[in-house]
């Protein structure tokens, strides 16, 4: 059971460019995230997935798009990227309902920079 | 916006000695849930501790406990006989809506 897994793990980027992170769930759960993380900002959220052929933004959604593929599949993409877009992105789903107190699981992480 | 507030950007420990680390939140909601996660230098999340808010019962996971109060909205965690391994950065969370909202953080050592 793999659990959340993205890739890459790293990648470095040319400002301009752009780039797709991958994320898949074998959990069966019905919500997935795209968060990123700063130093000294906690996670902050960019897209949510609620469900299949769902996506909504979250906090800082500027400068991405995102894909909801399949239940399994929850793409995070960078059509021009930006040196503010340095950062660590995590993707992470979530158990949802009372029994299973509505954990998240995180993937482990793809550390992105942009020169 | 639910927010979580963590007031300590870092806190220090001696082995096997116990540490608190403090978390505020503001929810209107009436039914969420609260988490602390570790992350160490490798960045991994893991999961330390989760509460229910129905709950009145404190959650406890062997060397790890919270002190939850509702009305005061706070959720401490309390670390007992702290370990080199504990050394780590670690995020309250709530879950009030549709996903995790994290405080800054708190970053953990832990001195022999």
């Known amino acids: 059971n793999a659990g959340v897994t993205q890739t890459p793990k790293f990648q470095v980027l040319k400002t301009g460019q752009s780039m797709t992170l991958q994320c898949a769930q074998d959990?069966?759960?019905?919500?997935m995230y795209w968060y990123r993380q700063d130093p000294g900002m906690g996670l902050r959220l960019i897209y949510y997935?609620?469900?299949?052929?769902?996506?909504d933004k979250g906090e800082v959604p500027n400068g991405y798009n995102v894909s909801r593929l399949n239940k399994r599949e929850f793409s995070l993409r960078l059509e021009s990227a930006a040196p503010s877009q340095t950062s660590v992105y995590f993707c992470?789903?979530?158990?949802?309902?009372?029994?299973?107190?509505?954990?998240?699981?995180f993937g482990e992480g793809s550390w992105l920079t942009v020169v | 916006a639910q927010t979580v507030t963590q007031s300590q950007p870092e806190m220090s420990v001696q082995e096997a000695e116990t540490v608190t680390l403090s978390c505020t939140y503001d929810?209107?909601?009436?039914?969420?849930?609260l988490f602390w996660y570790k992350q160490p230098p490798s960045r991994q999340m893991i999961l330390v501790i989760r509460?229910?808010?129905?709950?009145?019962q404190n959650a406890t996971e062997n060397r790890f406990s919270v002190n939850f109060q509702k009305a005061a909205k706070s959720f401490s965690l309390k670390i007992s006989d702290s370990q080199l391994g504990d050394a780590a950065m670690y995020f309250c969370?709530?879950?009030?809506?549709?996903?995790?909202?994290f405080g800054k953080g708190t970053s953990l050592l832990v001195t022999p």
């Open positions: 992470a789903s979530i158990l949802q309902g009372e029994s299973a107190g509505n954990t998240t699981y």
């Open positions: 997935s609620a469900s299949e052929g769902t996506t």
């Open positions: 509460q229910e808010a129905y709950k009145q």
């Open positions: 959990m069966n759960h019905n919500s």
């Open positions: 969370a709530s879950i009030p809506g549709y996903a995790l909202n």
């Open positions: 929810t209107s909601e009436s039914d969420y849930y």
